[in-house]
């Protein structure tokens, strides 16, 4: 059974392991350790995890930004989705997504958004049968 639940402290070795999937580099645990504490004390970051028994297969970053346009309304920004690539197509991204929208909602934001690399095909289908735009805005990216 997959349970959906915020990621502690215990679950970085294996959330650490599932990044180098998505990022294809090694995660320095030790500064993720560090940046979770810091994170974990700061209720505009949520990072959850899907789980099977105690392995991490899932996560999804999201980050409430606070906003002066307009109404002030807050807004999401999601990072970090990856779903273990054997687990994939089981609905697992789609929970992860659901409880993400969950949150947000329940922080008062007006939307989500997020950047997906344009290689990831089979993500950016996956966002749009969950009911993202991929032709709303254009992303752009600096690596600093």
């Not at 209720?43 to 930004?65: F, H, N, Q, R, W």
């Not at 346009?69 to 807050?74: E, K, L, S, T």
Request: hydrophobic letters at 40%; charged letters at 25%.
């Amino acid at each position: 059974m997959v349970s959906i639940q915020t990621a502690s402290v215990s679950d970085l070795d294996s959330l650490a392991d599932l990044y180098e999937e998505l990022a294809s580099k090694t995660t320095n645990v030790v500064k993720m350790r560090e940046q979770f504490r810091w994170m974990d004390s700061n209720p505009d970051y949520v990072v959850l995890v899907a789980k099977e028994g105690e392995t991490v297969i899932g996560s999804a970053m999201g980050v409430v930004c606070h906003d002066l346009v307009g109404d002030c309304d807050p807004f999401m920004v999601v990072e970090n989705v990856i779903v273990r690539s054997a687990f994939r197509g089981k609905g697992i991204g789609r929970r992860l997504m659901e409880k993400i929208e969950e949150i947000a909602a329940a922080n008062s934001c007006q939307y989500i958004m997020f950047v997906s690399r344009t290689d990831r095909k089979g993500a950016h289908r996956f966002y749009q049968s969950i009911g993202y735009s991929l032709d709303v805005v254009q992303g752009f990216k600096k690596f600093l």
